[in-house]
T-cell receptor
Framework: EPEVTQTPSHQVTQMGQEVILRCVPISNHLYFYWYRQILGQKVEFLVSFYNNEISEKSEIFDDQFSVERPDGSNFTLKIRSTKLEDSAMYFC????????????FGNGTRLTVT | GQQVMQIPQYQHVQEGEDFTTYCNSSTTLSNIQWYKQRPGGHPVFLIQLVKSGEVKKQKRLTFQFGEAKKNSSLHITATQTTDVGTYFCAERMTNFGNEKLTFGTGTRLTIIP
């Protein structure tokens, strides 16, 4: 079965550094997402992406965050200047867009900001 | 913004006991999806409920959508150690072609063997 793949699985970075988290959504999916989960907490919506542009973003997704689909397969989340509170698991997800279709999540990237 | 609350936050049960988690919203939900997240894993889709009063079963799991579409529940009969994880409900919203899932706060289930 096709999967959403994310790299790296774990990223450690120093505060103030830029990080890029990478995702390859399932090939026939139309909507792409980034979600964040701080350890032990709920899964929080960051941003949705459709037709090569952001369709919705949450209040968490401030100017430090950006997303890109640089080619037909990759979908990236960039954090420009990381803060300690950005430490979390970041999940990429994609969905076909049909009425009954589920969200498919990648395995996540654990970001640790020191 | 829209908040979907789940209770309880944690549940410890003896293996073989039943388990129920409840999902509540102050506003009418368009539809509900349920996901399971194993420890250290990612959320995995279980089911979607759309119709008022809908009940769906998957083996030992029973999912219900309230008549007013403001609440939902997941009931597991005779829990097994493989049921360990966090169960999230999520509202799926479609708005002018934009699809979004808003997750509930989750219920973490631990099983005492």
């Amino acid at each position: 079965e096709p999967e959403v793949t994310q790299t790296p699985s774990h990223q450690v970075t120093q505060m103030g550094q830029e990080v890029i988290l990478r995702c390859v959504p399932i090939s026939n999916h139309l909507y792409f997402y980034w979600y964040r989960q701080i350890l032990g907490q709920k899964v929080e919506f960051l941003v949705s992406f459709y037709n090569n542009e952001i369709s919705e973003k949450s209040e968490i997704f401030d100017d430090q965050f950006s997303v890109e689909r640089p080619d037909g397969s990759n979908f990236t989340l960039k954090i420009r200047s990381t803060k300690l509170e950005d430490s979390a698991m970041y999940f990429c997800a994609s969905i076909v867009g049909r009425e009954d279709s589920p969200l498919h999540f990648g395995n996540g990237t654990r970001l640790t900001v020191t | 913004g829209q908040q979907v609350m789940q209770i309880p936050q944690y549940q410890h049960v003896q293996e073989g006991e039943d388990f129920t988690t409840y999902c509540n919203s102050s506003t009418t939900l368009s539809n509900i999806q349920w996901y399971k997240q194993r420890p250290g894993g990612h959320p995995v889709f279980l089911i979607q409920l759309v119709k008022s009063g809908e009940v769906k079963k998957q083996k030992r799991l029973t999912f219900q959508f309230g008549e007013a579409k403001k609440n939902s529940s997941l009931h597991i009969t005779a829990t097994q150690t493989t049921d360990v994880g966090t169960y999230f409900c999520a509202e799926r919203m479609t708005n002018f072609g934009n699809e979004k899932l808003t997750f509930g706060t989750g219920t973490r289930l631990t099983i005492i063997p």
